[in-house]
């Protein structure tokens, strides 16, 4: 059974750093994919970055490229994004989110956590 | 990127009555499609993917259909906590995309 939760966000000033973890209480984690997935206050879903299950694969929207990284520790079922240099239009709920497969590509994001809040001013 | 834009944006409804969601797509995702619903504060929930196929323990009351550019989503008979945000998502390619959304609201 696998189980996400968020945590490491905060309110944090335009220009700073803040780094996200989401935490995988199953046995699981280290086989699939998992996406960070934002969402702006009373907007729609917007997707961040996905890493592959061994971490050699990368993909992030334009957005956040080049300011976001996506990482993760499978001896520890934690994936992280790394924050620089944020905007007060990264402000969000940010969810991590398992694909179905090892690669991102999969078949949807099945299992969600429940976010954790980012506020940049 | 693809965009997805999703109609009507607000749908009003009736529990019982059958609800008819629309996703389109900007160019072909093939039958890459996912659709998920989202309650008030809740986490989204993935309902559908590869435009057609059920996820694990959503109700047979929920079917998608569609491929290339065209897609819907159908609730056959509403029930309380249908009531929600619906949102499409395609991973034909990259970046992952949603559409904006579309209220499903009680009439």
């Known amino acids: 059974q696998v189980h996400l939760v968020e945590s490491g966000g905060g309110v944090v000033q335009p220009g700073r750093s803040l780094r996200l973890s989401c935490a995988d209480s199953?046995?699981?984690?280290?086989?699939?994919?998992i996406h960070w997935v934002r969402q702006a206050p009373g907007k729609g879903l917007e997707w961040v970055a996905v890493?592959?299950?061994?971490?050699?694969?990368?993909k992030y929207a334009e957005s956040v490229k080049g300011r976001f990284t996506i990482s993760r520790d499978n001896s520890k079922n934690t994936l992280y994004l790394q924050m620089n240099s944020l905007r007060p239009e990264d402000t969000a709920v940010y969810y991590c989110a398992k694909d179905t497969t090892s690669d991102g590509g999969g078949h949807g994001m099945d299992v969600w956590g429940q976010g954790t809040t980012v506020t940049v001013s | 990127e693809i965009v997805l834009t999703q109609s009507p944006a607000t749908l009003s409804l009736s529990p019982g009555e059958r609800a008819t969601l629309s996703c389109r797509a900007s160019?072909?995702?093939?039958?890459?499609l996912a659709w998920y619903h989202q309650r008030p504060g809740q986490a989204p929930r993935l309902l559908i993917y590869d435009a057609s196929n059920r996820a694990t323990g959503v109700p047979v009351r929920f079917s998608g259909s569609g491929s290339g550019t065209d897609f819907t989503l159908t609730i056959s008979s509403l029930e309380p906590e249908d009531f929600a945000v619906y949102y499409c998502q395609q991973r034909s390619s990259w970046p992952i995309t949603f559409g904006q959304g579309t209220r499903l609201e009680i009439k």
């Open positions: 199953g046995f699981t984690f280290s086989a699939y994919a």
């Open positions: 160019q072909s995702v093939n039958i890459y």
């Open positions: 890493l592959s299950d061994d971490g050699s694969n990368e």
